[in-house]
């Protein structure tokens, strides 16, 4: 059976990137990696809006946002967290993992944080030391407005660490612009590779914390990382076959150039908005990200069986609902190395897999509607 991921993460990757990652293994001393290393971090410069280094750290992205607590807070800090949903929590838990105490901003699943709790949250726990924030909440689908959080944070002596995981490559996220301190991504989602690595990019502000932090670290050191790029090396064996293939994912992104990419992700975003609303369906999300479509199951419809039979009859990989969400709704994602027709492919399924559960569809009302998008837009 054909498999065709829509999951947010693992998420396809594109041939040239898996024939890359075919070859024979260097070894991360020698010259050759030590080229295309300096390429990969020139090129998340890019990708990432900085002028400042991007450190990669051999681990899947939590490895990422677990860095910036131990390394960018002491023990006596305290933390303000955003949780709109399960990546939310995780900076939550977190803090609790390394005995930071923090304010939690509760927000329903689904829906964005206002700016406005942020600055009244400041505003009431005087002395909060970093703010941490989730840029697409990848369990609801939901988008966060980080430039407009960015410029309350920057008002108030702390720091901005954002979970841009899924965003990174899919939305506008300006890290030196707005004033974003640390900012994670993971290399499964919009960078098109397997999984294995995360990327931190820290300012200038968040190096001056990280000389401050008391938290214990030993492999998830900043500093040792620091030291190693500065002679164009990792502090430990990195995953280098994933770095090769790296070099490759982020040249195809160069090639189509930010503001394409954007603009591919909007587009194919919509038209899958489209297709499952002209199903009757809804969207969970108030403000949906790019990244993937939350879709709330009909009532009456077993949310778990559709994706299993999507999955197991079909090769169709859609991700469920996490926690309160398990069986409510399912989740199309639309990251990275994704055109058109794996959206067409993506709501046929989800008509071909409602219809098997029971629910009354007429075959090509959501494709119709996509397509009438897509070819005309
Ligand atoms: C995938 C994801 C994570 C976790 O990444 P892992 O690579 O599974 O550790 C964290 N935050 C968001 C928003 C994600 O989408």
Known sequence: ?????????????????????????????????EKSFANVNKLLKTLFQTQKDVFTLTSSGTGGMEACVANLLRREDRALVVRGGKFGERWGELCEAYGVKFVPIDIEWGKSVDPRQIEDALKVNKGIRAVFTTHSETSTGALNDIRAIGEVVRRYDCLHVVDAITGIGVHDLKIDAWG??????????????????????????????????????????????RKALSKGQNPFTPALTLIMGLEIALKLIEAEGLDNLFKRHARLAEATRIGVRALGLRLLADHPSNVLTAVRVPEGVDGQALVRYLRNDLGILFAGGQDRLKGKIV????????????????????????????????????LAAAQDYLGSN
């Open 1 to 33: 059976m054909k498999i065709r991921l829509y999951t947010p993460g693992p998420t396809p990757v594109p041939p040239d990137v898996l024939l890359e990652m075919a070859k024979p293994i260097t070894h991360h001393r020698l010259p050759v990696f």
């Open 180 to 225: 974003i301190d640390a900012a994670v991504t993971g290399s499964q989602k919009g960078l098109m590779i397997p999984p294995g690595l995360a990327f931190v990019s820290l300012s200038d502000r968040a190096w001056e914390a990280v000389g401050k932090s008391d938290l214990p670290k030993y492999y998830f050191s900043f500093e040792k990382a």
């Open 331 to 366: 989740r199309i994602s639309h990251i990275g190395y994704i055109d058109d027709f794996d959206i067409l492919v993506a709501i046929a399924g989800l008509e071909r897999g409602l219809k098997q559960v029971g629910h009354d569809v007429k075959f090509g009302t959501g």
